[in-house]
């Protein structure tokens, strides 16, 4: 491990507003205090409570607490390294409606009670064309998300990928879902408030080659399960199906 990550590592461990239990922890059964009771004993209010899941660097955790003060976001990132920047940026902006939580998805009902989350945000998520029950919007997390979402909480999407946005789509209308926004092309609509505006380094990446961004928001409803589409979606053909590979685009992308 570098002496950089290193750094930034120790440095976390005083963060007051960065959270994380270890594996082992969590498998001897050590409890999490703030499991239902994040809006009291940490925020002091009862504030809706809205995730980013996989949340890199949290720009859109924190560019979301900066402007709507009135609730509180929670970064979510198994990669400490990349959760320092957004923690060390609101701890230095003095942001009081952010924190940050290092563990995995699946992990989410160790950490957060039944009800206590509001809406939840996937920003840019690795489309796993290849991998069904890896995507972030798979009926096996929907399930997760499900235990510590209220009734209809908001899942948001915003994404680069059409094999994602596709996807997105299909689940949705198979289940029937409540849509409340839909945008094949974010930038062209006149849909585009302060919240959709917020633009992560990933994003203006994808931006600068000409790819249209997508936006889906819809509510989820608690069952007992959730269907997966029976459809084929065309891949990607400007990314390898690992994230941290990419293809040139073509000149017709460019």
Request: with cysteine; hydrophobic share 35%; charged share 30%.
């Amino acid at each position: 491990m570098s002496k950089n990550k290193l750094f930034k590592f120790g440095e976390m461990e005083t963060f007051p507003h960065v959270f994380q239990l270890s594996f082992n922890e969590i498998r001897e059964g050590k409890t999490f205090d703030l499991k239902g009771n994040w809006g009291k004993s940490f925020f002091g209010n009862d504030n809706p409570i809205i995730l980013e899941l996989g949340c890199g660097k949290g720009e859109y955790t924190v560019g979301l607490a900066t402007r709507f003060h009135d609730k509180n976001y929670i970064g979510v990132d198994v990669k400490g390294a990349r959760i320092w920047s957004g923690a060390k940026f609101a701890l230095e902006k003095q942001l009081s409606n952010v924190a940050f939580l290092r563990t995995t998805i699946d992990m989410l009902p160790h950490f957060f009670a039944e009800n206590e989350v509001d809406e939840i945000w996937l920003t840019f998520p690795d489309p796993q064309m290849k991998k069904v029950r890896k995507r972030l919007l798979a009926s096996n997390f929907l399930k997760l998300y499900s235990k510590v979402l209220k009734n209809n909480g908001i899942l948001h999407l915003k994404t680069d990928s059409n094999f994602m946005f596709t996807y997105a789509c299909a689940i949705v209308d198979c289940n029937g879902f409540d849509v409340v926004k839909n945008i094949p092309d974010l930038y062209a609509s006149q849909d585009v408030d302060d919240v959709l505006n917020i633009k992560t380094f990933y994003e203006q990446q994808w931006l600068s080659r000409g790819i249209t961004i997508k936006y889906i928001q819809f509510k989820l409803d608690k069952r007992e399960n959730y269907t997966e589409p029976d459809v084929e979606i065309e891949y990607d053909s400007y990314r390898s199906f690992g994230r941290n590979r990419r293809i040139q685009p073509s000149k017709d992308e460019e």
